[in-house]
């Protein structure tokens, strides 16, 4: 999306007072959640099979968003105005977009994975082994980084009235790289999303004509493939739809200015549900693997107990002392 007209400049003031306090939310909501969710991963699941190793890839591909997301902040709390300078500013678009990519990437996996899984399960996928996993991550990756590439290497600085503005949707510097991202950032969404009702559809029919829906694998499967569903679209169609609207309304200005403006407001609030998924991917990891939703438990528990013993403790350290 390309916003930013001089005879129809979409700026406003809804921007700058809700989008970094909402951001600030999600970190505060992101950053505990993964945390966590790597510790389990490193220390408490040994097996690394090819579904966990897809889940870590995901959690890595959340810590760029974490890693990048203050930066965000700070710049629409000075509404807009990028502080950083120009390499940061390159750096800190490419962390954002192969966060989105990345996201997207192995959430499909995992889905497709699932559907394999039960749809199709003497396949030699399902019989894939760690290491082949591991390639298959790293492929996705390099894909990802490569297409995401021209982010790093071209100037994405623009000085817009007389302030430094870091964004990847401009109309200032139209150059090959930014019409990529464009393009990326729409199919990346339709594709995948394409993917993911197939997977949901066969899934389901296969259990009403195979009767399984009381085997609790199988149960696990499609309510994972559907979570998946739900996080993707919730998180990434604002975007899209915002963005896409926005475009339809810029080739007539002069007929759908205050439509226009509207609209490319919506379209940077939509930067608020984007990120939200890597607040959201652990509800993933709960549903797509026992073994981490079991270690999960365990560590709430053994947290629930320390905390019992020390209050047992202080209890009876109070009771002595009086």
């Known amino acids: 999306m390309q916003y930013n007209n001089t005879t129809c400049n979409p700026t406003g003031k809804v921007v700058p007072s809700v989008l970094p ?17 790597l510790y389990i991963f490193c220390r408490h699941l040994r097996s ?18 974490l890693v990048s997301m203050p930066f965000r902040i700070d710049t629409y709390l000075h509404s807009e105005i990028w502080l950083f300078g120009n390499a940061w500013c390159r750096i800190n678009l490419f962390m954002l977009a192969v966060n989105r990519s990345a996201s997207i990437g192995f959430m499909t996996t995992v889905a497709v994975h699932r559907y394999f ?3 199709h399960p003497h396949n030699k996928i399902n019989f894939i082994s760690s290491r082949q996993a591991g390639w298959i991550a790293g492929f996705i990756w390099g894909v990802i980084i490569l297409m995401r590439l021209p982010l790093l290497i071209e100037d994405q600085m623009n000085i817009e009235e007389r302030d430094p503005v870091c964004r990847s949707f401009n109309s200032k510097n139209v150059t090959f790289g930014l019409q990529l991202h464009q393009a990326i950032y729409v199919a990346e969404f339709f594709l995948p999303l394409l993917v993911l009702i197939f997977c949901s559809i066969r899934i389901s029919c296969i259990l009403r004509q195979r009767q399984l829906n009381k085997e609790k694998k199988v149960r696990q499967a499609i309510n994972t493939v559907l979570v998946i569903v739900g996080v993707f679209i919730f ?3 604002p975007g899209v739809a915002t963005g896409l609207i926005a475009l339809y309304f810029k080739t007539n200005l002069t007929t759908y200015c205050n439509a226009y403006k509207v609209f490319s407001q919506l379209f940077v609030l939509s930067i608020g549900f984007t990120y939200l998924n890597s607040a959201l991917d652990p509800i ?3 549903f797509s693997s026992s073994m981490f939703r079991n270690s999960l438990k365990s560590s709430i528990n053994r947290v629930g107990i320390v905390q019992l013993q020390l ?9 002595s002392e009086s």
Do not use: H, Q
């Open 21 to 37: 306090y909402l951001l600030i939310t999600e970190l505060l909501l992101g950053l505990p959640g993964n945390l966590m969710a």
């Open 48 to 65: 690394w099979r090819p579904n966990i190793l897809f889940l870590f890839n995901l959690l890595l591909a959340d810590f760029f968003l």
């Open 117 to 119: 899984k039960v749809v």
């Open 235 to 237: 998180c990434f169609f």
């Open 284 to 286: 993933i990891y709960c």
């Open 311 to 319: 209050s047992r403790r202080a209890s009876t350290v109070n009771g």
